[in-house]
């Protein structure tokens, strides 16, 4: 018996901080599912490193997201490569730790310019693509920090939440071209961001006794998200938020109360 089609096939897709990570995960996912796979990062080893293992469906190409003439060389390569572009990950995203009067001007504009300007740079650079063919979506990975406020990240909750309203934005202005625009906002995730001393998870899970789910999240559980709304089964999902978060997001427990942990 012949091996069903996968949720991706025929479709090509561009996935930023595609090398490792959520970004890895999404990649190979992508690929699993029968897309042609443009992986796109400033890690060079690693990107080419996964694009050599997924095989002849996938390609690397270094990205600096903030670069606009980056960009370009991306979209170029990408049409060049598989003659289309049917999704787009925004996916790169760097973190710093650290309160408003901490934070240097530069520090600042240096998050902003990599979480949310190279955001807009990737939509502005490959929705043309997509318009010309009718057809598209583009997943903005945003965080549940872009939609609340959390103490140290004054850069990144400002970047998160500058993703979550140009996502709307595009939505309306992409969606009568065929373009579905939509953010998925991660919790918590087991990455090198998130758990950049690699902490073993037994123990990282010990920081997530508020989340509902107890534990942390898994960089494939954000993957699959993506997968859905890069998907024809998210068809008529456009402008819309897609926590992952375990549960972080809807409340917190009072301890020692009915319906709490251990009660």
Same mark, same amino acid.
């Given at each position: 018996?012949?091996?069903? %089609?996968?949720?991706?096939?025929?479709?090509?897709?561009?996935?930023?901080?595609?090398?490792?990570?959520?970004?890895?995960?999404?990649? &190979?996912?992508?690929?699993?599912?029968?897309?042609?796979? +443009?992986?796109?990062?400033?890690?060079?080893?690693?990107?080419?490193?996964? $694009?050599?293992?997924?095989?002849?469906? =996938?390609?690397?190409?270094?990205?600096?997201?903030?670069?606009?003439?980056?960009? &370009?060389? +991306?979209?170029? %390569?990408?049409?060049?490569?598989?003659?289309? +572009?049917?999704?787009?990950?925004?996916?790169?995203?760097?973190?710093?730790?650290?309160? @408003?009067?901490?934070?240097?001007?530069?520090?600042?504009?240096?998050?902003?310019?990599? !979480?949310?300007?190279?955001?807009?740079?990737?939509? /502005?650079?490959?929705? #043309?693509?997509?318009?010309?063919?009718?057809?598209?979506? @583009?997943?903005?990975?945003?965080? @549940?920090?872009?939609?609340?406020?959390? !103490?140290?990240?004054?850069?990144?909750?400002?970047?998160?939440?500058?993703?979550?309203?140009?996502?709307?934005?595009? =939505?309306?202005?992409?969606?009568?071209?065929?373009? /579905?625009?939509?953010?998925?906002?991660?919790?918590?995730?087991?990455? #090198?961001?998130?758990? *950049?001393?690699?902490?073993? @998870?037994?123990?990282?899970?010990?920081?997530?006794? &508020? +989340?509902?789910? &107890?534990?942390?999240?898994?960089?494939?559980?954000?993957?699959? =998200?993506?997968?859905?709304?890069?998907?024809?089964?998210?068809?008529?999902? !456009?402008?819309?938020?897609?926590?992952?978060?375990?549960?972080?997001? $809807?409340?917190?427990?009072?301890?020692?109360?009915?319906?709490? *942990?251990?009660?």
């Amino acid at each position: 018996m012949s091996k069903p %089609a996968g949720r991706l096939a025929g479709k090509t897709a561009i996935i930023t901080g595609g090398a490792r990570a959520m970004g890895g995960a999404t990649s &190979q996912l992508f690929a699993d599912e029968g897309a042609e796979v +443009v992986i796109a990062d400033v890690l060079a080893d690693e990107g080419a490193a996964l $694009a050599a293992s997924i095989g002849s469906t =996938a390609m690397f190409q270094k990205l600096d997201v903030s670069n606009e003439d980056n960009w &370009q060389a +991306v979209g170029d %390569a990408a049409m060049s490569r598989f003659g289309k +572009v049917d999704i787009l990950v925004n996916n790169a995203g760097i973190l710093i730790f650290k309160s @408003i009067l901490d934070t240097t001007l530069e520090e600042y504009e240096r998050v902003l310019r990599v !979480n949310l300007v190279g955001c807009f740079l990737g939509m /502005r650079t490959i929705a #043309p693509h997509m318009i010309a063919a009718g057809k598209g979506a @583009i997943v903005n990975i945003s965080s @549940i920090d872009g939609m609340k406020g959390a !103490n140290s990240l004054a850069a990144y909750a400002s970047s998160k939440w500058g993703v979550r309203g140009i996502s709307k934005v595009a =939505a309306l202005e992409f969606g009568h071209k065929g373009i /579905r625009v939509n953010s998925v906002h991660p919790g918590g995730i087991n990455t #090198p961001m998130g758990n *950049p001393g690699g902490v073993p @998870i037994e123990e990282v899970n010990k920081l997530y006794t &508020q +989340v509902p789910m &107890q534990r942390v999240g898994h960089p494939e559980e954000v993957a699959r =998200a993506s997968l859905f709304l890069a998907s024809d089964d998210a068809s008529y999902i !456009n402008g819309a938020e897609l926590i992952v978060d375990g549960g972080w997001q $809807a409340g917190h427990y009072y301890l020692g109360y009915p319906g709490a *942990p251990g009660v």
